[in-house]
Nanobody
Framework: QVQLVESGGGLVQPGGSLRLSCAHS????????MGWYRQAPGKQRELVAV???????NYADSVKGRFTISRDNAKDTVALQMNNLKPEDTAVYYC??????????????????WGQGTQVTVSS
């Protein structure tokens, strides 16, 4: 059974940092590009960062220079380091397989089941 478990969210002040982690199971995730998505209330889910199976990265303009995605294939994890957070980064964050060229786009996405996500709230 394939699983995705996201963690690391929380409440942070503007300008602060958080590190999200995603534990995944199933070989389908090891051989595919992986991405972090986010969905704010009342908005479509959007793909904000992608990492290829080999470690190359791609980012949406809205997070470029502030977010860093990485993966550890030995541990089956994907991380998202988020710095200089802004109120507009507030959303539920999810990880899943991703299509490289769709970074910065909004859903829907044909990537199978989703995990429960982790809430990130940026507020003073």
């Amino acid at each position: 059974q394939v699983q995705l478990v996201e963690s690391g969210g929380g409440l942070v002040q503007p300008g602060g940092s958080l590190r999200l982690s995603c534990a995944h199971s199933g070989s389908i995730f090891r051989i595919n590009a992986m991405g972090w998505y986010r969905q704010a209330p009342g908005k479509q889910r959007e793909l904000v960062a992608v990492v290829s199976s080999g470690g190359s990265t791609n980012y949406a303009d809205s997070v470029k220079g502030r977010f860093t995605i990485s993966r550890d294939n030995a541990k089956d994890t994907v991380a998202l380091q988020m710095n200089n957070l802004k109120p507009e980064d507030t959303a539920v964050y999810y990880c899943n397989r991703a299509v490289w060229v769709r970074v910065g786009s909004k859903g829907p996405y044909d990537v199978g089941n989703w995990g429960q996500g982790t809430q990130v709230t940026v507020s003073s």
